[in-house]
């Protein structure tokens, strides 16, 4: 079946190393749209700070820009978690029709306790990249104050408490009281998209579950080939005459345990925080979906009350026509962003999973190489 690139490209997969090959052109079709950036993000150097009252972990956000809007054509700052999680909290409040991009969540693997360590600290430094990337490819997210804010400012705590009335009243400008108005029922476009995003976070859901186990029986698997190969290496020094194919057998397992060690960090390190990011994106999609819904809910009932006032003037109030207003421009965004992520998720797992076969491929190849 013939593939093409989200730009159009189509794409060869005739030849046998063409999951390779599409993950090649994916990535130069990155590059190439790059060329028209004028906003670039990057996190990365994590360090761990310990402190009297706390310990916790810093990554240097780096930034690099041709915009009007910034001061500098370069920033370097660092940031925790929870700054992160501050600029999300305020781009919801200031952008309430987009989507917002999910945050790691505080653990991103079932059964991580240590969140210092240097695995979990890596994860979570790629989620928090990520993160930012996203923000900066939408073209109205990466022009909000906020993130401004939180990508130049040296002490964003001071900002946090000097900045809060001034930046807040962007917030209050398009915050909406529903009222207990209740939805008549959605728009069919929107039905769809809610029945959608049901059914890909359930199925998500199961392949989290499926795969979570399938790592756990992994390595249990391979706590048992460690153990096992030593024993033919012992046997071989009891037993001059079998050495030397006794030896054969315990490097070769030697070699499977290697092989499955790194097919099991693939996935902890690769596959999971992607399925993770996507369950969490389909339930941000879900809340501005709610937001849109209460908003509708809200105009209809502004439009009942005007339908049974008795007056003379047919003329529909202003209040009325500024909640029609917000309906409309909840439903342009939320389509626009609805398309945005699509495309993103089509090119997230079209990559994702034909990495997953090569990493299998190359697994099953090093087993079968060591017999």
Known sequence: QDLSLPNGTPVDTSSPASSSSLLNRLQLDDDLDGETRDLFVTVDDPKKHVCTMETYITYRVTTKTTRAEFDLPEYSVRRRYQDF???????????????IPPLPEKFVVKGVVDRFSEEFVETRRKALDKFLKRITDHPVLSFNEHFNVFLTAKDLNAYKKQGMALLSKMGESV?????????????LEFAAIGEYLDTFSLKLGTIDRIA?????????????????????STWGGLEVELSEPLEGVSACIGNCCTALEELSEDMTEDFLPVLREYILYSESMKNVLKKRDQVQ??????LEAVA???????????DVEKCQDRVECFNADL?????????????????????????????????????
């Open 212 to 232: 979570q186990r399938i790592i756990k029986e992994q390595l249990e698997y391979l706590v048992e080939l460690r153990e096992y190969g030593p024993v033919y």
């Open 297 to 302: 809910a809200e105009y209809e009932a502004k």
């Open 85 to 99: 999680d501050w600029l999300r909290n305020k781009l919801e409040e200031s952008q309430p029709t987009h989507l």
């Open 335 to 371: 389509k626009a962003d609805m398309e945005r992520w699509q495309n993103n998720k089509r090119q997230d797992f079209r990559q994702l999973l034909m990495g997953m076969a090569d990493k299998n491929i190359q697994y099953y190849e090093k087993v079968c190489g060591t017999a």
């Open 175 to 187: 915050k909406y009281v529903t009222g207990g108005y209740k939805l008549r029922s959605r728009p």
């Open 308 to 318: 049974l006032k008795k007056e003379d003037r047919p003329k529909v109030p202003t």
